[in-house]
């Protein structure tokens, strides 16, 4: 990336279809009871795609048909998904049915099946039910209305409590352009991706193997450094289309305005992360881990993430109760390099350990912060220039409930 000062700006009443040339739709089709469950994203004209996939060793059957899409056509038009089923254990005739909705998405737009991607969420090793969706496909009306968003994003929900949306532009060669997100993913959310999909859309003229170098390098910063619960699914998938259509010349890291939009790329990826780490089962807050002093980026992003994830730590902030032992226990076993007597650490502004000795704090203060919707924690361990971010929630009594009845 470059030095160069650049505009990156976030956008109001925008989703999935702000782009130029992309439009959308969900419906309910019935493989859930009442909420929408089948949607569909399209782009006028082939996109360039980039990808990034669960790093689970059972990985579900719509991951092979997109995992095509990306790695051999590395251009696609159109995404299908269903929420409800995961379409994951099936055997072979989950990939069956996985391909069949590739081509039924196909034959409604009228394009070739080698350019969908799929993509499916819910409950994992029940065979999906095909019939629903072999009708609601014809039911899918495609637009670029808001609303036309919005049903997209709802119909791929399954547990959330909210939608997740996000939309930035930036500048490139003098022309708007436009990145916009949505995703869904609110319990098996790990490091490394989870019950996460996320799709995001931008009219940005850049070629495909540019576009997925971007991707996962973003991801590590993003994506792989959220976590819920410590459950790493089988469905976790993140696409991006870029059709071009703003007009752009292509772009590449030497490409003069390579830095606006790389860092609209992460914007959109942060917000969709941070939003499902707040939207975490049960969750009432969002807990930001910062790290730095470490001896390495790599090095600090493991202990945030850590710290993070460690069910003490989280329900301690559920509970309000300012027990940093858990926090320097945690990224003790985090396993990166540390200097106990240089750890320091903060909750909000509230010092609570220097140089590995304690600080007399106020509880009163402490509580305070304890409560609000959004709790940060800043560890810092005077040993390089490292530093790292990572978010997740707090633990409650909702998550067991949520999940002790998850396929009810």
């Not at 391909?99 to 029940?126: F, H, R």
């Not at 994506?223 to 699914?233: A, E, L, R």
């Not at 807050?285 to 989280?314: C, F, N, W």
Request: proline content about 3%.
């Amino acid at each position: 990336m470059t030095n160069l000062i650049y505009e990156v700006r976030k956008l109001s009443s925008k989703n999935i279809v702000s782009p130029k040339g992309f439009s959308a739709s969900g419906i309910h089709c019935g493989i859930k009871h009442k909420k929408k469950d089948l949607a569909i994203l399209k782009s006028e004209v082939p996109a360039s795609v980039a990808g990034v996939f669960t790093t689970n060793a059972v990985q579900a059957a719509p991951l092979k048909v997109s995992k095509e899409v990306v790695y051999n056509t590395k251009k696609m038009q159109a995404i299908i998904v269903n929420s409800g089923n995961a379409n994951a254990c099936t055997g072979k005739q989950g990939i069956a049915d996985a391909y069949e909705m590739q081509k039924l998405a196909a034959d409604k737009l009228g394009i070739d099946p080698s350019l969908v991607g799929v993509a499916s969420t819910g409950v994992i090793g029940e065979i999906l039910n095909m019939e629903p969706i072999r009708s609601g496909v014809g039911m899918l009306n495609l637009g670029n209305n808001l609303e036309d968003g919005i049903d997209f994003a709802q119909a791929i929900l399954t547990t959330d409590t909210v939608m997740k949306n996000t939309t930035y532009s930036t500048i490139v060669d003098g022309k708007e352009v436009i990145i916009s997100g949505t995703a869904k993913g609110s319990g098996m959310i790990e490091p490394n991706m989870a019950t996460m999909l996320g799709f995001i859309t931008t009219d940005a003229n850049i070629e495909s193997d540019e576009l997925q170098k971007a991707l996962s390098e973003i991801t590590d910063l993003t994506f792989n450094s959220i976590t819920v619960d410590g459950d790493t699914s089988t469905n976790d998938t993140v696409l991006v289309m870029a059709n071009g259509l703003a007009g752009n010349d292509p772009l590449t890291p030497a490409h003069p305005d390579w830095a606006n939009f790389y860092s609209t790329l992460k914007a959109v990826a942060e917000d969709l992360a941070k939003a499902i780490a707040r939207d975490g089962e049960g969750a009432t807050k969002l807990i930001e881990v910062e790290v730095e002093g470490a001896i390495s980026d790599e090095e600090a992003r493991k202990i945030a993430k850590t710290v993070v994830g460690s069910p003490l730590v989280k329900t301690a902030v559920f509970g309000c109760d300012a027990n940093w032992g858990r926090i320097i226990a945690a990224v003790g076993y985090s396993g990166a390099t540390v200097d106990p007597e240089k750890i320091t650490i903060k909750i909000g502004n509230a010092l609570m350990v220097e140089n590995g000795e304690p600080v007399k704090f106020s509880e009163e203060e402490l509580i305070k912060i304890l409560k609000a919707n959004e709790v940060k924690i800043n560890v810092s361990l005077g040993q390089g220039e490292g530093k790292g971010l990572a978010w997740g929630c707090d633990l409650t009594y909702d998550y067991v409930q949520i999940n002790a009845s998850y396929r009810s």
